[in-house]
């Protein structure tokens, strides 16, 4: 049986151009790639940068499983101020138009703004109105290019960062059907991880797989923090879960690219055999009589 799918987030290089390291990910193994959508990395309001990074990619062999859209101060799909929604709907177009050139399976989208706190719940209905509105026309928009939307669960202390919000927002899309991302260092955070992977169980197709202390979204490699992979991993085999899970892990200026990668291969490892080693414990288990 072939192993699982297991991508890497070219977010780790957020700082570096994405054509200075897409050579040294394929070197290091990784056939399919999440693409970071920070300007600095690749413009994707370039069309001839995306064009360019999709030309490399298929040179190199590999496969965008995922692009992430951007997420920023100025990008508010909530806002009260109808030219400030109208702005940012059209730079998640230009995202998902920027994932289509580049052949990308999936579009990853925050459905809530960075914004910290909860304001009062006038306000709150009303924005979760606006993300309502402004999300079918970007589910569409991906339709039409032939990408697949995925809402990913956010940061607890963001406005829209309880799992509750994402299902109503999932279930008040209408114009296209849409997937969810789980993002396992935001639940960690929340200390709800058991709750969101059963939650978001129907509608998963992707899994960001980073660790952390639980105590800031530090992006480590799976095994570097407080999360339980083994039992994370089982629930996953559980739950006949069968999508890639993408590796989304910090890298700095600082740090050689070698040495992060080199730090990507050990979670990937690590996690393919957690997975061996679940499959094998499957195998021995007597068959059930119901």
Not at 5 to 11: D, E, M, P, Q
Request: glycine residues 6%.
């Amino acid at each position: 049986m072939n192993a699982r799918s297991i991508a890497l987030s070219t977010g780790c290089f957020y700082r570096r151009r994405i054509f200075d390291v897409l050579a040294a990910v394929r070197d290091a193994g990784f056939a399919e790639i999440e693409v970071c959508s920070s300007p600095q990395h690749l413009d994707y309001h370039d069309t001839g940068q995306t064009l360019r990074a999709a030309a490399e990619m298929h040179r190199l062999g590999l496969v965008a499983v995922s692009l992430h859209a951007p997420f920023a101060a100025h990008i508010d799909i909530t806002s009260p101020d109808e030219a400030v929604r109208e702005a940012s709907v059209q730079d998640l177009f230009r995202a998902c138009e920027a994932a289509a050139q580049m052949n990308a399976r999936h579009v990853v989208l925050h459905p809530g703004p960075e914004r910290e706190g909860r304001p009062h719940e006038e306000e709150f209905l009303s924005r979760m109105h606006h993300a309502a509105v402004s999300l079918n026309r970007v589910a569409r928009r991906c339709c039409e290019l032939g990408v697949h939307l995925l809402l990913e669960n956010m940061l607890a202390h963001l406005m829209f960062g309880h799992v509750r919000d994402m299902l109503y927002l999932l279930g008040e899309i209408k114009t296209c059907e849409v997937g969810a991302c789980l993002d396992t260092g935001h639940a960690h955070l929340a200390r709800e991880l058991d709750m969101v992977i059963q939650k978001l169980s129907g509608h998963l197709c992707m899994v960001h797989v980073n660790d952390n202390n639980g105590d800031w979204d530090a992006h480590l490699a799976p095994g570097e923090g407080g999360i339980d992979w083994p039992w994370f991993m089982r629930e996953l085999h559980r739950r006949h879960f069968h999508g890639p899970l993408v590796l989304e892990m910090s890298g700095s200026t600082d740090e050689p690219v070698a040495v992060v990668l080199e730090r990507a291969v050990r979670a990937r490892d690590y996690l393919w055999l957690l997975e061996s080693q679940i499959k094998a414990e499957a195998r021995e288990q007597p068959p059930s009589d119901f």
